[in-house]
């Protein structure tokens, strides 16, 4: 089954850095374009970055424009999120996220999205 497991949470004060990983198992990770999503307290769970199949296409959100960096291996079945110059507002808990509607670029009809447990960011001095 699909399995989506992330890593790399922690506290870190403002200005400081942290490196997310998302490890990846029972589908081909290398045929499907990945995301991380975030939810804060009280707000809706909001996209921030979506990587390509083979890594070649990146797409942020505005708030996170600069600062974040998606990467994947698909060698290792593992995508990262590299967060640099974090600030309280990335407080949030950060999920890893696929869905199976693009393979390889190619519509397949099918739908549904898969999430990971998530792992707690918390910036504060």
């Known amino acids: 089954q699909v399995q989506l497991v992330e890593s790399g949470g922690g506290l870190v004060q403002p200005g400081g850095s942290l490196r997310l990983s998302c490890a990846a198992s029972?589908?081909?990770?290398?045929?499907?374009?990945m995301r991380w999503y975030r939810q804060a307290p009280g707000k809706e769970r909001e996209l921030v970055a979506t990587?390509?199949?083979?890594?070649?296409?990146?797409n942020y959100a505005d708030s996170v424009k600069g600062r974040f960096t998606i990467s994947r291996d698909n060698a290792k079945n593992t995508m990262y999120l590299q967060m640099n110059s974090l600030k309280p507002e990335d407080t949030a808990v950060y999920y890893c996220?696929?869905?199976?509607?693009?393979?390889?670029?190619?519509?397949?009809?099918?739908?549904?999205?898969?999430w990971g447990q998530g792992t707690q960011v918390t910036v504060s001095s």
């Open positions: 990587i390509s199949h083979t890594g070649v296409r990146t």
């Open positions: 996220n696929t869905n199976f509607a693009f393979s390889r670029g190619v519509p397949t009809g099918t739908s549904g999205d898969y």
């Open positions: 029972g589908f081909t990770f290398s045929n499907y374009v």
